[in-house]
Each structure stands twice: as C-alpha cells, then as structure tokens.
C-alpha cells in the first residue's frame, strides 16, 4: 500500500500549502526530492492522464518502434501495418522481459530476444516456438494463444504527439487539447512541419520544476537577458481549466536574429505536454520523461508553421538560440533542484501576480495525488 500524500509531506508542510492568504507558499520540498512522492505520482497522477509520449514523425515506416517509459513502466510505441501508431505494454507476455531496448525498425514482427517469442505489429501473438514441446509450434494442452498478445495501451497522436493513458480513464484526446486550442490564436497546426529535434539529455531537476519554469514569465529578464528581449512588462499569465502558461506580446519590433523577440504563448497541457508558439510561424514542443525525483530527460522538437523553405542556416541558427535558451534554464532549474535539500528549503512563496499559473500546477499535482 502507497504512502498518503499526508504522510509524505508532513501534515503542517501539506497544511502550509493549502492555506489561504495574500501570498501562497508553494509545495513542500519533498515533493520535488522524495523518492515516496515520485512514487504516488507514478502511482496516481501520471496512469490517470494523457501522458506525452513521443513524436509520430520518429515512427514513419512499418514497424518502426520507439521504447519509452511512461510512469516508470516500460512502454513501446510501433507503427503498424496500417500506418497506426500503436502502444502496448513493453514486455513479453512468457518472462517478462522488457522487449525492445533502442528505437529502430523491427520489420513486420516484434520478437523477444530470451524465447524467441514473436509477436505482430497489432500485438497478437503468433508464435511461441518449443513451448510445449520438442516441435517448432508444440503448445500445452489447453494453452489459448489469443490470450497472450502484447497488453495494449490506450493511445493517440495529435498533429506530430503521441500521448498515452495507462488506466483508459482519461477523457477524449479531443477534449484534452481543446483548451490549449483556444489558446493558439487561430493558428492551424494542420501546416506544421518538423524541422529539427535537439536532445538535451538528462536535467538534474523534478520534472515539475521544468514545467513551472516553463509557464511562469517572472524570470524571463532575469535569466535570459542576452537570448530574449521580451521585457516582463509585455508578459501575462494564463490560467485556464486545462491549460496554464503565460504569453508575451511584445511592445517592439525585433532586434536582433540572435535573441527571441516575438509575440509569444507558452501553453501546456497537465501533466507534461509542452507547447511555445513563436508569431508568426514557429512551434516548439518539449518532451519532458521523468525518470526520477531529481532526474528528467529532456527533448525539444522544433517545426515551422506553414509554407515556405527554412535554409540549412536558419534552422542551425535556431538549434544555437534553444540550445542556448534551454542552457540557462537548465542551470536555474538543477539549482531550483538542489536548493531543496537545504533544511530552510520550504515550498517557497508565489507571485500572486507572475506565478498564478504555477500555483494551479501544483494545486492539481496535489488534488491528482490526494
């Protein structure tokens, strides 16, 4: 049985953050650093959501499969041969082994290294050779082979992004995205292209700290000074059932092809989908995958809305400048991480005007976990 969310946090950390009053206080440090939290959000917030997954142009041809870890479960994402993408639980229904270690094509079939257990792109299994015998399809008496397929998850994939639900619980994806839709000034995503996705590895911080980072502009003049120019002033904060963020629609005309200037909204969608759009006609998504209290694997794809080519040199131009970006809050977001650990480290206190939209995010991790 899973500890209480009570139990984790303390009952006067959890009573600190629930209390009303001019200025709020954040959530307690543990549930950025406790290995029982990462655990209760594994457990309770994360199955229950539409989970962001991966990206549908990694998967373009037949039997291409991406392995990915949602919830702390091994999950592998195919497309099959109806150019579905589909996902299932990443293990072998015979010994449980983890099925496919590294993205790659598996051809028509999905086959277990161990036993040779061999199963279709739609996860029927199709043969379990020697099972019950000295010959190639010898079964136990008895044995239903349509009883162990690969274990399906609920899945579907908006625009370019996969998402998945472990528990079948969430309600449609239209549903879902519909908020972050009104957010997106009439733009259609139809026209989106992928340009370009930079791996930047592994964070040394709570996947929430990149979420609030993300969706607060308080920090932006401070911590991007040399890669922005859109002034706090220009900013406001979202905060609408099923979407938060903020936006900036900056008060002058750019500057400078190094710095990002430009009116600007940054929506997500709870828990993990990350979306920037950059007027007049850029996109950028994060792939944000927990991994543990203090660890998060990080990815960001960037794509162009609508037609028109992007030179080699734009879209290197563009790597430079989020590479750069996504340094700077990286190094604020790993100290964010580690100032946690200081026996003063509380839950902070939020900007009723500039935080708003952080404070909604952690109320919902809180009711997720309650």
């Not at 299994?125 to 008496?141: D, H, I, N, S, V």
Request: charged share 25%.
């Amino acid at each position: 049985m899973s500890l209480s969310l009570r139990s984790i946090l303390g009952t006067e950390a959890l009573a600190a953050f629930e209390a009303t009053g001019p200025v709020a206080q954040g959530l307690p440090a543990a549930a950025y650093t406790s290995e029982a939290f990462f655990a209760l959000e594994n457990e309770r917030l994360f199955p229950d959501s539409w989970v962001f997954a991966g990206l549908a142009h990694e998967l373009a041809r037949t039997g291409d499969a991406v392995p990915v870890t949602v919830a702390g479960r091994p999950v592998l994402l195919v497309r099959d041969a109806e150019g579905r993408v589909r996902a299932f639980h990443n293990v072998c229904r015979h010994r449980c082994l983890r099925l496919v270690d590294e993205p790659g094509n598996l051809g028509s079939k999905i086959r277990c290294p161990y036993h040779s257990w061999t199963y279709g792109l739609d996860g029927a299994l199709l043969l379990a050779p020697y099972f019950g015998g000295r010959e190639l399809r010898a079964a136990p008496a008895g044995f239903d082979r349509e009883r162990y397929g690969l274990v399906p998850v609920r899945s579907a994939t908006w625009h370019d992004w996969i998402f998945v639900n472990l528990s079948g619980t969430a309600p449609p994806l239209e549903d879902f995205v519909a908020p972050l839709v009104k957010r997106l000034d009439g733009f259609d995503l139809v026209e989106l292209r992928h340009l370009v996705t930079i791996d930047l590895g592994e964070v040394a911080a709570n996947w929430k700290l990149l979420i609030e980072n993300f969706i607060e502009p308080y920090h932006v003049q401070f911590v991007h000074p040399t890669t922005t120019e859109q002034p706090l002033a220009d900013h406001y904060t979202i905060v609408d059932p099923g979407c938060l963020g903020c936006a900036v629609d900056v008060s002058r005309d750019a500057k400078r092809e190094d710095t990002l200037s430009a009116d600007s909204r940054y929506l997500t969608l709870f828990p993990n989908f990350v979306l920037g759009l950059y007027l007049p006609d850029q996109v950028g998504v994060h792939l944000n995958i927990p991994m543990a209290p203090g660890r998060t694997r990080q990815r960001r794809a960037i794509y162009r809305l609508g037609p028109g080519p992007v030179s080699a040199e734009d879209t290197e131009r563009l790597v430079r400048l989020w590479r750069d970006v996504h340094r700077e809050d990286r190094d604020i977001c790993e100290r964010l991480q580690t100032g946690r650990a200081s026996d003063a480290a509380g839950g902070g206190v939020l900007s009723p005007v500039w935080e708003d939209s952080v404070r909604s995010f952690q109320e919902l991790v809180v009711e997720r976990l309650k």
